[in-house]
Structure formats: C-alpha cells, structure tokens
C-alpha cells in the first residue's frame, strides 16, 4: 500500500527501473528499463522501502518502456520531493545517511510542539542595505539567511534584519572569517561548523532534503580564470541549476542585477567557481 503522494525522484547515477523486486540479472530484457543520471520522473505513488528498494507508480509512462509500475533501487535515487514533510526527512535520511545525521542534529532544536518541516522557505537578505561595509557583508548576510531558516524552522521567531545579525559578527570579529561567523551563530543558539571537504553530492543532498547551504564561490573573472571571494545561500536545485540567495545580485548577470533572490547558477558555471567550502550543523 503506498505511503505517501511523492512529486517527483531523480536519479543520482545510470540505474534500472525494474517491473519486479528481483535482481536485474535475474530479469529479461523487457522487464528491466535503463535510466539515466539525472533523469527526473514524475510519480503518482511511493511505496515503503523494502530491500533497499521502492514501489514507484509513474504519473505517465516513460517513452520506450511498457510499465507504469515497479522498482527502484533507493541508493541511485538521491532527490525525492514528497508532499509530506516529515516523510521527505525520513526518505532524506534512509538515502543519505550523512543528510540524516543534519535532521538529528536539528531536531533537538524544536521548541514544544513543533514539528519539522524542512520546505520551510528561506527568506532573502541583500548585503547592500547593511548598515556598515555594504560592499563585504556578503558572509553575514548569506549566514544570517541561513540562521534565520534555523530560527524558523524550529519555532523561534525570525530575525528583525541582516543587520541585528551582522552587529552581533562583529561583536567577534571580522565579518570575512568563517570562524567568527560560527560563534555569533551560536550566539543564537545554534552549533555549527564550516566543512571544507568540497562535498558536492552532500550538498545536493542536503538541498534535495530542504536544507539551504551556505557556500563560498569565486564570483568575478572569466570561468577559464575564476578569481574573487563571495559568500552566498544555496536554496535549491532545478533543472540542471542551483537556486540562490546571493546577497550581492545575480552572478549570471555579472551582478548588474542587484536583486539575487532565487537567482540561478548553472550547475557546470558553480562546479568551477565554487571553493569547496560550506555550512552544516554540529
């Protein structure tokens, strides 16, 4: 019996869509349908788990295969969108145990009576509205974005502005370090710590699940030379693009467009600027 209504899966890695629960090698030709990394499929139902494994009913057909229902196998599908909250936390962490780590470490965050719901929305702070340094706060804008989620998510009340936060930053230090920026976080209540294992899959894992991740790119030169220093907040992916909260304006546009909310970055344009830094609880 299906559990949930689900949206949408897309695979992680060239992987099979099976009629049976079975080994592929046990399977002729016309009861196993190759798929492709990265294809999305659009699904009516997602039953349990069961050898690693989930019933899927397909929304309509895929061109070429001559069954609407069947298996996948759970590992090779790494984003799955569920209209159930708390039952898209519950796939991220079976998929990724990494990400399911980051759903245990944000429960104990919950005030009474909440539950997690990780499509809460993040909401946009530009950096060039700062009270002080307009032209370098990208960090703490795009960190105060991200605590501001944190707050919201677990049932405290949002921040007033970028700038309550940026003020505390620079009760610690420079805005520009990373380190300073995890101890006015956790002035707020939060623990955190900044990875440097330039961990894309986790990343995009993490954003599949809901989590926004706040990130470090190089954002001027040409992507044969890419040099500078920005900070932003990744919100989302679509359609072979990040979605952004960048607080300086878009870096497709070169920044001529100052408005950076739900800006996109070709996934290809970030694999080369990004500097394999990010964000993540403790």
């Known amino acids: 019996m299906p559990r949930h209504m689900i949206a949408a899966i897309q695979s992680t890695s060239n992987t099979l869509f099976k009629r ?11 009861d196993k349908f190759p798929i492709r990394r990265d294809t999305t499929l659009d699904l009516k139902e997602l039953g349990d788990l069961n050898k690693s ?30 209209d159930d909250p708390i039952a898209n936390s519950e ?48 960090n703490s804008s795009s960190n105060a974005m991200y605590l501001d989620w944190l ?12 700038d309550i936060y940026l003020k505390k930053v620079l009760e ?4 520009i370090y990373h380190g300073v920026q995890t101890s006015a976080i956790q ?22 699940a809901g989590f926004p991740v706040v990130c470090n790119i190089l954002h ?19 359609g072979g693009n990040f979605i952004s909260h960048d607080p300086y304006g878009t870096l497709m546009s070169n920044y001529t467009n100052p408005d950076g909310a739900f800006s996109k970055i070709p996934r290809e344009v970030f694999k080369i600027r990004w500097q394999g830094c990010y964000r993540i609880l403790r």
């Open 20 to 30: 049976q629960l079975k080994d592929s090698a046990q399977l002729d030709s016309n």
């Open 172 to 175: 610690f230090g420079d805005t």
């Open 187 to 208: 002035e707020f209540g939060f623990r955190t710590k900044w990875m440097t294992d330039a961990d894309l899959p986790f990343i995009e894992d993490l954003l599949d």
């Open 53 to 82: 494994h989930y019933r899927i009913v397909l929304e309509e057909a895929i061109e070429g295969c001559n069954y609407t229902s069947g298996y996948v196998f759970a590992p090779h599908w790494g984003v799955l969108q569920c």
């Open 220 to 238: 001027r030169g040409s992507l044969a030379a890419p040099r500078g220093g920005h900070v932003i907040l990744l919100i989302g992916r679509k």
């Open 91 to 138: 796939i991220a962490k079976i998929i990724n145990p990494a990400v399911g780590r980051q759903i245990d470490r944000l429960k104990p965050y919950l005030q009474s009576g909440i539950s997690l719901d990780l499509n809460t929305p993040t909401r946009y702070f530009s950096q060039r509205d700062n009270y002080t340094m307009s032209h370098r706060t990208c």
């Open 151 to 162: 707050l919201r998510v677990t049932g405290r009340p949002q921040l007033q502005s970028d």
